[in-house]
């Protein structure tokens, strides 16, 4: 009864491109309560392009600055990593002692002078350099420093994903409780949580932040969902109930996921959970019918009401229902 019914589920789930990778995910997206979203790559398009750069001394020139930005992300998997290496037209420079600090930033030698790149958090954890750190008010800002000297700001947009929002108020409508849980300054959060209706907003958050506030809503009993894209992400997509990784994230949220969003389009979260309540009802049907049938067959049959034959055909009977119920699956239009 109940693989025929998960059969007939997955095949629905490849169709909008979610993979389930563990036994439990199909039930525990059924019972969810409370869905939490990174920012970057999920509910963005993670997309992340260089708007601008602004230069806080005359020392460097902006392909300079943006040369030695670029060599210090070179080996970050990271969105904004991306888009600062895409911008960057000039050959890479060698880095010594390269180091990642996850949710913060990067550090590393260059031509004997030791550079940092991040958010303001850990600028100022390193440099006693002074900077405007109100210069963007919906945009995200990377800094560049030495110990002494901040030199430039990388001002960075992304897009929010068309069905973000519909996905978001399909959720509310099934009374799920929605977060946005990112490592982005206070106010870009706000403004994509404003703009999507979601419920929590929390920013400025390190990966393992997101982990406490994901075990501390599992206390309160919540059966949480989380969906995420990147490195910084594979804390919490462990320690969530259920975690979806977007199909275009790094290789480490992938392998951490309970389900991967092949398709990236983050509606189908809402078709899998759909999907995911049918499947739980056509299991406990099947299983009605097969308990049914089998406390009225079996003793009929022990006590020589059922010939032989008769029973044979009943037990394929029972079987080829159980299925044609599962097949019904089949039917969920999107």
Same mark, same amino acid.
């Given at each position: 009864?109940?693989?025929?019914?998960?059969?007939?589920?997955?095949?629905?789930?490849?169709?909008?491109?979610?993979?389930?990778?563990?036994?439990?995910?199909?039930?525990?997206?059924?019972?969810?309560?409370?869905?939490?979203?990174?920012?970057?790559?999920?509910?963005?398009?993670?997309?992340?392009?260089?708007?601008?750069?602004?230069?806080?001394?005359?020392?460097?020139?902006?392909?300079? =600055?943006? /040369?030695?930005?670029?060599?210090?992300? +070179?080996?970050? &998997?990271?969105?904004? $990593?991306?888009? !600062? @290496?895409?911008? #960057?037209?000039?050959?890479?420079?060698?880095?010594?002692?390269?180091?990642?600090?996850?949710?913060?930033?990067?550090?590393?030698?260059?031509?004997?002078?030791?550079?940092?790149?991040?958010?303001?958090?850990?600028?100022?954890?390193?440099?006693?350099?002074?900077?405007?750190?109100?210069? =963007?008010? /919906?945009?995200?800002?990377?800094?560049? +420093?030495?110990? &002494?000297?901040?030199? $430039?700001?990388? !001002? @960075?947009?992304? #897009?929010?994903?068309?069905?973000?929002?519909?996905?978001?108020?399909?959720?509310?409508?099934?009374?799920?409780?929605?977060?946005?849980?990112?490592?982005?300054?206070?106010?870009?959060?706000?403004?994509?949580?404003?703009?999507?209706?979601?419920?929590?907003?929390?920013?400025?958050?390190?990966?393992?932040?997101?982990?406490?506030?994901?075990?501390?809503?599992?206390?309160?009993?919540?059966?949480?969902?989380?969906?995420?894209?990147?490195?910084?992400?594979?804390?919490?997509?462990?320690?969530?109930?259920?975690?979806?990784?977007?199909?275009?994230?790094?290789?480490?949220?992938?392998?951490?996921?309970?389900?991967?969003?092949?398709?990236?389009?983050?509606?189908?979260?809402?078709?899998?959970?759909?999907?995911?309540?049918?499947?739980?009802?056509?299991?406990?049907?099947?299983?009605?019918?097969?308990?049914?049938?089998?406390?009225?067959?079996?003793?009929?049959?022990?006590?020589?009401?059922?010939?032989?034959?008769?029973?044979?055909?009943?037990?394929?009977?029972?079987?080829?229902?159980?299925?044609?119920?599962?097949?019904?699956?089949?039917?969920?239009?999107?």
């Amino acid at each position: 009864a109940p693989p025929a019914a998960i059969t007939a589920a997955s095949g629905q789930l490849a169709k909008i491109g979610l993979l389930p990778k563990r036994a439990h995910a199909l039930e525990t997206l059924a019972h969810a309560t409370d869905f939490v979203f990174d920012k970057t790559g999920t509910l963005t398009e993670g997309k992340i392009i260089l708007k601008k750069t602004i230069l806080t001394t005359d020392r460097f020139n902006e392909e300079q =600055a943006l /040369t030695i930005a670029a060599s210090l992300e +070179a080996g970050s &998997e990271h969105p904004i $990593a991306k888009a !600062i @290496l895409d911008a #960057n037209q000039q050959t890479l420079s060698a880095v010594e002692n390269l180091s990642h600090t996850t949710g913060l930033g990067i550090q590393g030698v260059i031509n004997e002078t030791e550079w940092f790149i991040g958010n303001k958090e850990f600028i100022q954890r390193h440099s006693t350099s002074t900077f405007d750190s109100d210069i =963007a008010n /919906t945009a995200s800002e990377i800094y560049l +420093a030495t110990k &002494e000297q901040c030199y $430039a700001i990388f !001002i @960075l947009s992304d #897009n929010i994903r068309k069905e973000a929002k519909s996905l978001i108020e399909q959720l509310h409508r099934q009374h799920k409780t929605t977060h946005l849980m990112s490592g982005d300054r206070l106010e870009n959060a706000k403004n994509i949580s404003a703009q999507l209706g979601i419920q929590n907003c929390q920013a400025g958050l390190k990966p393992e932040d997101k982990l406490k506030r994901v075990n501390t809503l599992q206390q309160q009993g919540a059966i949480v969902v989380m969906t995420g894209d990147g490195v910084n992400d594979a804390p919490v997509l462990a320690g969530a109930d259920l975690s979806i990784a977007m199909g275009k994230g790094t290789q480490l949220a992938a392998a951490t996921a309970d389900m991967i969003l092949i398709s990236n389009n983050i509606e189908h979260i809402y078709h899998g959970y759909l999907i995911a309540i049918k499947t739980l009802r056509i299991i406990k049907q099947n299983l009605s019918w097969a308990l049914l049938y089998n406390v009225i067959a079996i003793p009929a049959a022990a006590m020589g009401y059922v010939e032989p034959w008769v029973a044979a055909i009943g037990m394929s009977a029972s079987s080829l229902v159980v299925v044609l119920n599962a097949l019904r699956l089949n039917r969920i239009k999107y």
